[in-house]
């Protein structure tokens, strides 16, 4: 089965700054990966999602991702955080075969001025 | 273009009552689910169904019943609250099962056991 653990529980950013969230997953064959976002009171959103073919996908709001199967990562990254990026961000993995998707236990992104 | 609608937004039940907490889609998919979200624990799943007629357990299955007689509708039963059951909960749906399915999700139920 697959598992995905995400190793940040809070990251604080300062706005403006550059923002980087780790993703590591278990699966022993590729993944289908994935980002969503919930703000606060809201379901989840799909940020972006990595299937094959390049290992950088890009995502709305600004947002991109890169697989790296060497370190079983999918780390999500974005330039310059904007206040209204202050959000919980979960990592989800899927996978051949299943029905269903794992999700990490999330990172809370808190944006400073 | 409704996507996911849950039902009721926010409720508080005593121990031991029972409950229904509805979801419905418009999007003519073929899975659904419903996950509980807690502090610290993410998204742990607890019932699917790959179809109309079709359900199984999830990861946290247990004091909760699913049933999927129509595609769009799925609901979840709580059979006897308990406050360990205070959570929110989100339905989501995708257009097929499978891993490769972004998940379209409500904007949850938050859901208070006294």
């Known amino acids: 089965a697959q598992s995905v653990t995400q190793p940040d529980i809070h990251i604080t950013v300062s706005e403006g700054a550059s923002l980087e969230l780790r993703c590591n997953y278990s699966?022993?064959?590729?993944?289908?990966l994935f980002w969503y976002v919930q703000s606060p009171g809201q379901g989840l959103q799909l940020l972006l999602k990595?299937?094959?073919?390049?290992?950088l996908v890009q995502g709305i709001k600004g947002f991109e991702a890169e697989f790296k199967r060497s370190q079983s990562s999918f780390n999500l990254r974005k330039p310059s955080v904007h206040w209204s990026d202050a959000a919980e961000y979960f990592c989800?993995?899927?996978?051949?075969?299943?029905?269903?998707?794992?999700f990490g236990k999330g990172t809370m992104l808190l944006v400073s001025p | 273009n409704a996507g996911v609608t849950q039902t009721p937004k926010f409720q508080v039940l005593k121990t031991g009552q029972s409950m229904t907490l509805q979801c419905a889609q418009d999007?003519?998919?073929?899975?659904m689910s419903w996950y509980r979200q807690d502090p610290g624990m993410g998204l742990r799943l607890i019932h699917y169904?790959?179809?109309?007629?079709?359900?199984d357990q999830g990861e946290v299955p247990n004091g909760y019943n699913v049933s999927r007689s129509t595609t769009e509708d799925f609901p979840l039963r709580l059979l006897s609250a308990a406050p360990s059951q205070t959570s929110v909960y989100f339905c989501?749906?995708?257009?097929?099962?499978?891993?490769?399915?972004?998940?379209?999700f409500g904007d949850g139920t938050r859901l208070s056991i006294l």
């Open positions: 989501a749906s995708s257009p097929q099962p499978g891993g490769n399915q972004p998940q379209h």
């Open positions: 699966y022993g064959a590729t993944p289908y």
């Open positions: 990595y299937f094959s073919g390049d290992t």
């Open positions: 989800a993995v899927g996978a051949k075969g299943y029905s269903t998707l794992t």
């Open positions: 999007m003519n998919h073929e899975y």
């Open positions: 169904s790959v179809g109309a007629g079709i359900t």
